[in-house]
């Protein structure tokens, strides 16, 4: 069965850091596209960062310099590396590739 699961969330103070991992139960790995995407209360679902079969990154502008995705592709596994975290980006965050979601991981970011 394909799916993705996250992990690694949890809560943390205001300037801290998190790593979020997904792990991708998908052969093939190396030849996707990996994305992260986050959805606040309230709001929408909202596009973070992406990183291609050629490691070739992409991120929303308010995460550019603080978040940084990698990849594995021996574990099959997708990293989010967030640092100096803002209450803003307390959020649901989400794995995505293939047409496929995890089952998203919470971040929550107070003091």
């Known amino acids: 069965q394909v799916q993705l699961v996250e992990s690694g969330g949890g809560l943390v103070q205001p300037g801290g850091s998190l790593r979020l991992s997904c792990a991708a139960s998908?052969?093939?790995?190396?030849?996707?596209?990996m994305r992260w995407y986050r959805q606040a209360p309230g709001k929408q679902r909202e596009f973070i960062a992406q990183i291609t079969s050629a490691g070739i990154t992409n991120y929303q502008d308010s995460v550019k310099g603080r978040f940084t995705i990698s990849r594995d592709n021996v574990k099959n596994t997708v990293y989010l590396q967030m640092n100096s975290l803002k209450p803003d980006d307390t959020a649901v965050y989400y794995c995505y590739s293939i047409g496929l979601w995890g089952q998203g991981t919470q971040v929550t970011v107070s003091s």
């Open positions: 998908v052969s093939r790995f190396s030849a996707y596209t």
